[in-house]
Each structure stands twice: as C-alpha cells, then as structure tokens.
C-alpha cells in the first residue's frame, strides 16, 4: 500500500495484540471499555481516534502494561503480558518531563534500568538527543524549554530506548498549531525513513487530520461504553499531506461516523465503502439507553454556536467552521451534538445548519431565548425530563442529588453520571427549569416558571 | 524564619545566573573550613561524654561563659532529632503507601500521635531508654533527642506523604514505563517531589524543636529530678530561681543561634530547593540566599564535590542493583508464600501488642475514682476554654493588621523581617520572662497562661491573613472600588470571604499549638516554687514530675480526644467549606 520506497509493507508480524479486552471501573461494572480486540502489526502506524471518554487512553494503558484488563487477555509476541511491557516506550501529552533533571538526564531516565556504562550512557543520550535535534539544551532544565523543546525531550527519550513500538499519547495537542505540524512532519520523516528502529507505533489522538496524515490504519471509538466503532485504512503515504479526492473522501468518513455516535457504524460506511474508503465496522451494539449522552457542553457555548450559525446564513461546512472558529473537533462536534439535540441545529452530511426554531431562537431577547430552550430541552432530553417529573411529583417540589446520580449510575459509570448530572443542572438552570444547591445537593422546582411547565409536561409524560 | 517566608514571600533581586556568578574570595573557604572542623570537634565532644556513668548531680551552670557550650549541645541534640524524623518520615510515609491496608492504620496513628502532647511520651521513653543503658548518660541523650524527635517528626511525615500520593500521574506512569527501580523511582522523583513540602515541614518542625527544648532537657525518673546541660536546661534553671540576668543572656543566645541557623542552614536550603517546583515556567521572584551564592561560587566546595562525586556514583548505582534485584526476582510461589506468612505474623503481633495495651490501659483507667475524672472533665473544659479565647485574640487583632499589611505591598515589605524575627522567638523562652510581670496580676498563671498560647500561636494566623490579604486579585479590588463599596460593605463582600481559606489555615495550626503550649503554661516551676492552674495541661504535667501513670495516660487520652474531636466536627468541615465556597481560582 505504501508508495515510497523506504517504507516496509507491515510484515503481518503480530507484535502486539489484545483479545475481548475489558475495563471496568467501580464496582458497578459499568464498561469504560468493552469486548476490543485489536492487533498491532510489524511496520504499521495505527491511530486510535474518538471522543474523550471514548477508552482510547484506557486501551493504551492496557497495551502498554501500566492498568491491567478487567477481562481479556494482552498478547506480546504470542505470550500474555505480566506486568509493565517491556518493548513499549511511551510519549505523554504532558511531556512528563521530570523538573528536577537536566535535558540530558531525563533522557538517560529510560537507560538508567539498562545498567549501561556511564560512558556508554551518555553516548547513546547524546545520540537521542542530536537525532530529536536538542543539540546545545543537554544541560537545560525543562522549565527553560519552550512546550515544543519539551516534548522532544519527550521524544528523545522514549527513543533513547530503542523500543520495539512506540506509544503516542496526544502527544501534540498540547502545542500551538505551527509547533505541532513542524513536530508531526519530522516524527513521519524518522518513521518513514527508518532512521529509528521502531517497528510499530500507537497512537492516540483526537485530531482528524492528524490521524489521516500520519496513520495505516485508523480505529474510530465510541463512548459509553468505550467501544471500537469502525476501522478505516489509510491512504498511501503519497496522498498523506496533499488534498486528493481519497484523502478528503476519508476525512468524510470519519467526520460522518464521529457526528453520529448514536448510529450504528455499518450503515454509516455503507455508501462510503463504495468510493474507495477501505473500512471495517466492528459489531456495534448501538444499544438503546434510557437517557441520551449529554454532550459535556456550556450553555453559553451552545448559544453563542446557534447564533454564529444565525449569523452566517444559517448554513456551513464542518471543516469550514473549524477553521473559522479556531476549534479542534475535538472540542466543536459536543457543540453541534448538543444543538442537534435540542433541535436547534441539524447536521446533514457535513454540512451543519440552523432548523427554523434555531432561527427564532438566535433572533429572540434574552428571556424568550430561555424559554424556548426550555421548551426544547424539556421536550428532547430524556434527562431533564426525569429530573422534572421527580420534581413534580415530590411533595415539597425538591429532589436531591443523590438520587438522580443513583438512576443514572444504571446507565453511565461513576464519573460519566457524575459528568451527565453537572450539565443537565447546568442546562436545567439556563431554561429556569429548576434551582440547585451544591452544598446541600438539593434540586428545587423553579416556582415562577412552575404553571407553564406542567401544562408542557403532560403530554410529553410517556417517552 | 524562612519558613514564614515561603507564605510571605518578599520581593527579592533576581538570582545571579551561572556566568555572572561571581567567584567565591578565599577567606570564605577559610571560614568555611574552619566552621566544618568547629562543627567536627563539637560532635566528638558533645558525644565523648555519652559513655560515662550519670553523674551523682547534674547540675546546670548559670554562668555566661557556658553558654556557648550550651547552645552547641542544644542544637546538637536538635539536629539528632531532626535528621531522626527525616528518616522517620520518609519510611514511614513511604511503608504507607505501600499497601492500601497499611494506609488505613498508619494515617490515622499518625494523626493520633500528633495530638499527643510531648510530656506524655516523656516517662515511657525515659524510663525504657534508661532500663537499656542503665547508669550511662547516652540514655539520658537519647531520651531527650527522641522527647524533640516526637515534637518535630509527624507533620513531616504526613508531608511527605501528601506529596507521594499527589506526584502527577503521568510522571509516575513514565517512572514505571521506563522500569525505574525502588531506589531509581526513589531518588529521582519521589524525593524531589517532595522535598519542597519536606524543607516547609523541617523549618516547622525545628521551630517546634526550639519550643520544646526546656521540656525535652529535663525530666524526672521515679525521685531523680535530671537535667541534661543545654540551652533549654539553663532558661528552666535561671527561670526557677527568678535570675532575670541568666534568663536574658539565655534568651539572647536561644535567638541568636535561630537567627544563625536561619542565613547558614534554611535559607540556602528553601533556595535551593526552588529546583524541585513542579510548575513549568521559571517564575520571576525567586527565593535568594547569599550563603547558597557563596557556596555555590566556593572552590572549596567544588573540590568536594569533585572528590565525592565518584563515591555518590557508585552508591547510587550499588543502591539500585540492590534494590532492583529483590524487585525482579522471578516470582516464586513458594517465596511469595513465606513472604505473606511473614506479613501476616507482623500484623498479628502489632494486633497482639494493640489488644494488650488497650486491655492495660483500659485497667489503668478503670483505677481512676470519680473524683479524678472529675478534675479530668473539668481541666478539659478549662484548657479548652483557654484555647478558645487565645484563638479569638489572635484572630481579632491579626485579621486587621493582617489585611492591612497584605493589602499594602508597601508596608508588607517592610513589616516582613520584623515580624519574622518576632515570630521566631520560640513562645516558650521568653515565658519566664513574661511571668515575672504577668504572674503578680490578678488573673495570674491562669492569663498567663493564655498569654503564652497567644505567643506561641497567633503568628501561624498572621502569617495566613496576610498571605491570604495579599492573594486577593487586584481586579476584584478595583470592582469593589467602583461600585463604591463602604468598609463594612467592602469586607464582608470582598475581603474576608478572600481571606477565609487561609484564615481557617492559621487557626486550625494555631489551635493544635495552643493544646500543646497548655503543657508547658499551665504548671511551672518558678521562683523556686511551684505554680499550677486548673487546665488538661497542669494534669498531665504535674502526673509526669509526680510519676502519676494512670492519671497521665487519661489525661493524655482525654486531651487526644478533645484535638481530634474538634479536628473532625469543626476544623475539617470549615476547611472544607473553605475549599468548595471560597477558593479564589
């Protein structure tokens, strides 16, 4: 598949593979990750892309030995993985750079086990180092080092250990834009060049483009549970960095499942598998669940997105609005999730567009804005609704906390429940819908606006 | 004194850089040398006398010629202690968390022994010492340097282990991806991720130290009344006999040998250790020290540490082998058996040994009568009340003078070393002082005593408000100075809700030193008589010179009670409502 010379084809070697991994966490057994089987293949670059949440992180660590498998088992070599693995070096998002050592003495961190001399030491150090192109910082502190500096630092001392695969953790997305790209170009220079002797690479990000300029293969996750979604190929090197009809066909793809999350996988690659998109959907349970995912979004947000969206004519392109709103997709797709939910905005292949009530919305004052959006939430989010008729039932018209997070933990873990009660309060607040105590975890019926409410509520009563 | 800087930080000049460092004259390497050999021949000495018989009459000279000889003995005792409690400190934080069921026991003994007021450690640890080396004078040493080790070592333990269940996640997952071993793991990110909190701790500590030495340097054992030369031995001595000119020269020497030991030891240490700030950026004020300058600039030093250098290598390297090798040796079932039996017995003695000491403690208390728990109650009650009011004192004049001086950069960098020196004068010392007036009043010991609780503590709330008044953002200032606040307005709005947080800082450290202070001020010998009031601290005090036993354990166990009860229904809750309602983020 690769069209530059240098680059072997995957061997089909398995350096690494997990088989019906699971993770829970707590003792409610709700899945972080569930049933993923993946294999890790001699000459390939595999990235691991999807939402936060999604297990992509979990998996990493699970590969690498630092957490282990709450079911499953992790292949090295054939033989299953007892402990921290020893042929994975890994690259953090936050450098993980330790302060007290110099730029050459973090590098030498990883050797330290190596029982090397100290001359030999030093010499392979000093090779690391030249090769990331740290030369002249080898007594600099990392404090003195500018974010980019730091994470070759980073690098350099991931390879300094010759690992037989290297691990990727958003090693990127820390760093401004232009520091980011001048990095991933000189990281593809060394891998497709062959100049470091790693033989796979791991890597997970939450950036499109950067998964499709850097990777064989790509693994779309899903969240809640942690799940892969689907498998893409990547195209040939090639095309990596330039704008050909494949490459922007895979770029569609991928926005097209990762605008979806409910749907399930195989419909959505269907027709894409007819333009050259080479993808693989893993069994996608698409289970339905009692409440949808609230997108982990502020409300303020939300507006200002739906009246941005006003404003331009109601009507743009995903990627267009990336760029113009400087946003990562990371951080825009919850955005136009959670206004798709509440029937302010629709996205339709990848253009995104304001639906009339939007319009209506965005043109509103102030008070008449909260009221259709309580209208909306009310009437589209299953969350709220419940928390509403808990409320209207209750005698004193108050709930607390503790018993919304109890329901909840039936559909999310722990922390994600938590996560889903923090932003319905947050919308249920706007929409004046209902109060809410922190200190002493009580929810109380908003009164003003109690009147107008039930006669919304009645009908809405049976989902 | 550095320590209180590290709350209160003073703008200092920006730290000489490597190539404009300039070059150390040769007279500071002579001195250097000098103090090193000073410092060598006090060790041999102050230790020459441990192997001789106790002397028939241990008697403390009040002359000023001795005081010099008094203060090394002191500090020496001092440092013993301390370098004690560092090792303290860091295995024991370290066992605790190593194993969750470890953690559960060893933190909550760990908050109990901190509420236990160091008189009561004083007939257990003097009467064991002194059964293992009958008659000789290293077991009156020893005693005394475990009396300060048991004043100093807790809140550094607990540091240290705060800071080992805080190191990021990510340097630890690099530390156990790149397989650094226990001793590597150790030395290159646990100790320096926790150094910054461990100095803090050892500055608080020797402070505690100095507080402690007049009821560490002395102590009954059944009739003998011992007294170990010291500078602590010679304020208590000069005190008993009403000698204001000793009791001035001692004070005068206790403060010059903190102010001392302040430039050559803390300050070079807070500065150097400004290396180990986790955060990334290099910050504008650093900490200064000119000693650290000169040692850093000293060819003296650098000769030593070329010399020594090699040496360190090799140990580092040995301690890793070592330390590696038990680490990665195959597991083996039948070891790992051996390995739990071994465990499992260590925990069923320490149950064995608790369940034991519980059974004779509870026959202890069961022979108190009613009457003793009486007085108990009502001593409780008392020093209580004391701590209450010295507390309320604190808080009422700190919190103006505090805000007024954090607000005011101006006057805070001047109002800084004064106030520093003041605070560094342990409580304890200038007491007998402060008695010779208070005591002919009419509330007598009974003021007296929350005089000294005041003394000792009210610096803890001082130093957090205005740590705490000067954190408050200028932009929230200048809101509140457009709207127009009035002061009443403008304080209850602004200030303290900003002060808040560090205000219940200071109080919650303020009131453990006033239980503790109520030991000490509480019953006194002075003037040659003795003088007690009602009060927890007069009980356990009195049952340690009289060999009381049981009447010390309650007393002791009433007072770990009382601290404990208020740490858990009061103290915790405000830091944490503190913490959730008004932490300026």
Redesign the interface.
Known sequence: MASVAQVEAPTGEVLLAARSVRKFFAADRTPVLEDVTVELKAGEFVALLGPSGSGKSTLLRILSGLTAPSEGDVLVHGTPLDGVNPHVAIVFQSFALFPWLTVQQNVELGLLPLRLSDAERHERALKAIDLIGLDGFEEAFPKELSGGMRQRVGFARALVVQPEILFLDEPFSALDVLTAENLRVELQELWTERVIPTKAILMVTHNVDEAVSLADRILIFGANPGRIRVELEGVPLADRRRKTPLRAQLVDTIYQVMTNPELDATALVAEHRTRGVVARPHADSGRRRRYQVLPDVATDDLIGLVQYLAGIGGQVDLLALERDLQMEADDLLPLIEAADLVGLADLREREVVVTPLGRRFAEAPVDEQKSIFRRAALQHISLLRFIMRELETSPSHTADAEDILDELRHSFTGEEAQRQFETAVEWGRYAEAFTYDDTSGELRLDEEHRDTEQIELAPLAQP | MAFFRLIFPVPATPPVGEAERARTPRWVDLLLFMVLLAVGYGIVRATSGWREPIPAKLEVDLSPWQLPRYAGLSTFRMAFAYLLSLVFSLVYARLAVASRAAERIMLPLLDILQSIPILSFMPGVVLALAALLPGRTLGLELAAIVLIFTSQAWNMAFSFHQSLITI?T??S??A??????FW?RFS??EL?FGAIGLIANSMMSWAGGWFFLMASEQFTLGAKDLRLPGLGSYLAHAAELGDTRALLLGLATLISVILLLDQIIWRPLVAWSD????????SGDAFTSPVLELLRGSELVAQARRAVGPAL?RLDAWL??VT?RAARRPSNPKRAVRRRLFWLLVGAAALAGTVWGLVAAIQALAGLNSADWDILVRSAAATFTRTAIALVIAVAWTVPVGVAIGMNPRWAQRAAPIVQTIASIPATAVFPVLLLVLIQLPGGLNAAAVALMLLGTQWYVLFNVIAGASAIPSDLREAARTFRLSGWQRWRTLILPAIFPYLVTGMITATGGAWNASIVSEYVSFGGRKVATVGLGAVIAEAADNGNGRLLLAGTVVMALVVIATNRLLWRRLYRLAE??FRLE
Request: proline share 7%; charged share 35%.
């Open positions: 990021p990510q340097l997952e690099a156990r991806i790149y397989r650094l071993g590597q290159r990110l320096p290396k180990f700030k986790v955060e990334q950026s290099t290598r890793t082998l590696d959730s309602r």
